[in-house]
Nanobody
Framework: QVHLVESGGGLAQAGGSLRLSCAAS????????VGWFRQAPGKEREFVAA????????KYRESVKGRFTISRNKAENTVSLEMNSLNAEDTATYFC????????????????????WGRGTQVTVSS
């Protein structure tokens, strides 16, 4: 099991930026693909971005392509989500999750592939 902790959420103005971080203390984190999901009030949780445990093969939902960038730092056991050009539709609680099932260079947008989840960090974008 991997224990995940998100940080970096907060309030941003439309057009602004935030950087989220997902950290784990277990070394096993580095052999998991990692994804970010988000859930807005009254809506279902949705996939945002994922990165393979090789550190590549990034995958994004269409609405964040070109604005969000996912990256990982294996030395620090962290995965980050850089979010730029934020808009009100990005307002949500953001969760990171670990996927132990995808292969070395693979990523998944399927929630069922993700075994361990953080508690989430709130992102609010004011228009």
């Amino acid at each position: 099991q991997v224990h995940l902790v998100e940080s970096g959420g907060g309030l941003a103005q439309a057009g602004g930026s935030l950087r989220l971080s997902c950290a784990a203390s277990e070394r096993a984190f580095n052999t998991n693909a990692v994804g970010w999901f988000r859930q807005a009030p009254g809506k279902e949780r949705e996939f945002v971005a994922a990165i393979s445990w090789a550190g590549g093969s990034p995958k994004y939902r269409e609405s964040v392509k070109g604005r969000f960038t996912i990256s990982r730092n294996k030395a620090e056991n962290t995965v980050s989500l850089e979010m730029n050009s934020l808009n009100a539709e990005d307002t949500a609680t953001y969760f990171c999750a670990a996927d132990p099932y995808s292969g070395y260079g693979e990523t998944s947008s399927i929630e069922g592939n993700y075994k361990d989840w953080g508690r989430g960090t709130q992102v609010t974008v004011s228009s």
